[in-house]
């Protein structure tokens, strides 16, 4: 079993950390009429490879630290995760929905015939959803074994096969599929598909898994074709944009249309996530980082999970702050509410690492820390 710690990962959680505020600072800064398009792009389009690229670094974290020739303790494994994300799953979905019966003055989110579905879908803040289609992929543990014992032999082949399944499947979802089966159930099950569906980031998962499982022969690879690694994220990244701009300008697209059909599952969003969770996870491994770059990647990378948690609400009083100041989301008020939106985030998470130790059910709740032994 490998134990030793991956610091190429921790910094691709930070910098995926900060592509999801950025995500969420994005859709704040619409409530600007006269809002700059291409600060816009930068905050909604450049950083749509973070929510896959979650999936690929939870799924190295995951082989990175095991071995598919090892046994496998499937009961040991669903507690060990069930208290990391299951317990903070519920008690954060607990609180978005008092904060929302609260600030709203709407008690009736708790009388609603259908209260299930915040929970089975992550609906009770927007970015819960994240850690529900992550639970299903620890439920489904045996299965992406058995797939990556089948495809370690000939990675490339089978790699390539799962990425055009993936693109197919996606864009079935994205743009065909709709809920009008005629069942009620169904229906709603394919309304809230993109808050549960595995499916829909099974081959960046899977590709997390094997860089974890041939980290060393991908070591001599990278060094090899960087150049190759980089021109495909240019090249994805451009295809992203370009689309993003095409269905701006000639197709009179409304930013929020557009950005909600240039996304991380479109075809080229796909091809934008899995290019850009290569060209970081390698640039991180081959290159030497100054000392100060590496200390805020560690610090981002650390606290990323208290930022993801809570990020919603911070954002939710500061966009109010802003209002009440009588301000507009001009392009530095953009910058400095998602610069702020991360600054007390992670100031939060530190609390509540510190709270942990004389408190270490506080920290078992809302962040499935594990107890420190004494």
Same mark, same amino acid.
């Given at each position: 079993?490998?134990?030793?710690?991956?610091?190429?990962?921790? =910094?691709?959680?930070?910098?995926?950390?900060?592509?999801?505020?950025?995500?969420?600072?994005?859709? %704040?800064?619409?409530?600007?009429?006269?809002?700059?398009?291409?600060?816009?792009?930068?905050?909604?389009? #450049?950083?749509?490879?973070?929510?896959?690229?979650?999936?690929?670094?939870?799924?190295?974290?995951?082989?990175?630290?095991?071995?598919?020739?090892?046994?496998?303790?499937?009961?040991?494994?669903?507690?060990?995760?069930?208290?990391?994300?299951?317990?903070?799953?519920?008690?954060?979905?607990?609180?978005?929905?008092?904060? *929302?019966?609260? @600030?709203?003055?709407?008690?009736?989110?708790?009388?609603?015939?259908?209260? *299930?579905?915040?929970?089975? &879908?992550?609906?009770?803040?927007?970015?819960?959803?994240?850690?529900?289609?992550?639970?299903? &992929?620890?439920?489904?543990?045996?299965?992406?074994?058995?797939?990556?014992?089948?495809?370690?032999?000939?990675?490339?082949?089978?790699? !390539?096969?799962?990425?055009?399944?993936?693109?197919?499947?996606? %864009?079935?979802?994205?743009? #065909?599929?709709?809920?009008? !089966?005629?069942?009620? =159930?169904?229906?709603?099950?394919?309304?809230?598909?993109?808050?549960?569906?595995?499916?829909? *980031?099974?081959?960046?998962?899977?590709?997390?898994?094997?860089?974890?499982?041939?980290?060393?022969?991908?070591?001599?690879?990278?060094?090899?074709?960087?150049?190759?690694?980089?021109?495909?994220?240019?090249?994805?990244?451009?295809?992203?944009?370009?689309?993003? %701009?095409?269905?701006?300008?000639?197709?009179?697209?409304?930013?929020? @249309?557009?950005?909600?059909?240039?996304?991380?599952?479109?075809?080229?969003?796909?091809? $934008?996530?899995?290019?850009?969770?290569?060209?970081?996870?390698?640039?991180?491994?081959?290159?030497?980082?100054?000392?100060?770059?590496?200390?805020?990647?560690?610090?981002?990378?650390? =606290?990323? $999970?208290?930022?993801?948690?809570?990020?919603?609400?911070?954002? $939710?009083?500061?966009?109010?702050?802003?209002?009440?100041?009588?301000?507009?989301?001009?392009?530095?008020? !953009?910058?400095?509410?998602?610069?702020?939106?991360?600054?007390?985030?992670?100031?939060?998470?530190?609390?509540?690492?510190?709270?942990?130790?004389?408190?270490?059910?506080?920290?078992?709740?809302?962040?499935?820390?594990?107890?420190?032994?004494?």
């Amino acid at each position: 079993m490998v134990n030793q710690r991956n610091y190429s990962i921790e =910094y691709m959680r930070g910098i995926s950390m900060l592509g999801v505020v950025g995500i969420h600072t994005g859709a %704040y800064s619409l409530s600007n009429p006269g809002i700059n398009e291409h600060l816009f792009a930068l905050l909604e389009i #450049v950083t749509r490879f973070s929510i896959p690229a979650f999936f690929f670094i939870s799924a190295f974290g995951l082989f990175y630290t095991q071995s598919l020739t090892e046994a496998f303790d499937y009961k040991k494994f669903l507690i060990k995760r069930g208290r990391s994300v299951v317990v903070p799953y519920f008690v954060w979905s607990l609180l978005y929905m008092c904060h *929302y019966a609260w @600030a709203a003055g709407d008690p009736g989110i708790w009388e609603s015939s259908a209260i *299930y579905e915040y929970f089975l &879908f992550g609906l009770a803040s927007y970015q819960l959803y994240f850690l529900v289609i992550l639970i299903w &992929f620890y439920l489904l543990m045996p299965l992406w074994r058995l797939i990556l014992h089948q495809i370690a032999g000939k990675p490339l082949p089978w790699l !390539t096969l799962l990425l055009a399944l993936q693109i197919a499947f996606n %864009y079935y979802s994205s743009y #065909v599929l709709a809920p009008d !089966t005629g069942n009620l =159930y169904l229906d709603r099950a394919i309304q809230f598909r993109m808050s549960f569906l595995v499916l829909h *980031y099974a081959f960046i998962f899977i590709l997390g898994a094997m860089c974890a499982l041939h980290r060393r022969k991908l070591a001599i690879l990278f060094r090899r074709h960087h150049r190759l690694i980089l021109r495909s994220f240019c090249i994805t990244l451009a295809g992203m944009l370009g689309f993003f %701009y095409y269905l701006l300008y000639s197709r009179n697209f409304t930013l929020e @249309a557009a950005v909600n059909t240039v996304h991380q599952l479109s075809p080229i969003g796909v091809l $934008y996530a899995a290019a850009s969770a290569i060209f970081w996870f390698s640039l991180f491994e081959r290159s030497r980082l100054t000392t100060g770059l590496r200390r805020i990647l560690r610090v981002l990378g650390a =606290y990323s $999970y208290p930022v993801y948690l809570v990020h919603p609400i911070i954002m $939710y009083y500061l966009s109010d702050l802003i209002l009440n100041l009588g301000w507009v989301m001009t392009v530095p008020v !953009t910058l400095a509410f998602m610069a702020a939106t991360v600054g007390i985030s992670i100031l939060f998470g530190r609390l509540v690492h510190g709270l942990a130790r004389p408190f270490p059910l506080l920290g078992v709740l809302l962040l499935g820390l594990q107890p420190k032994k004494t």
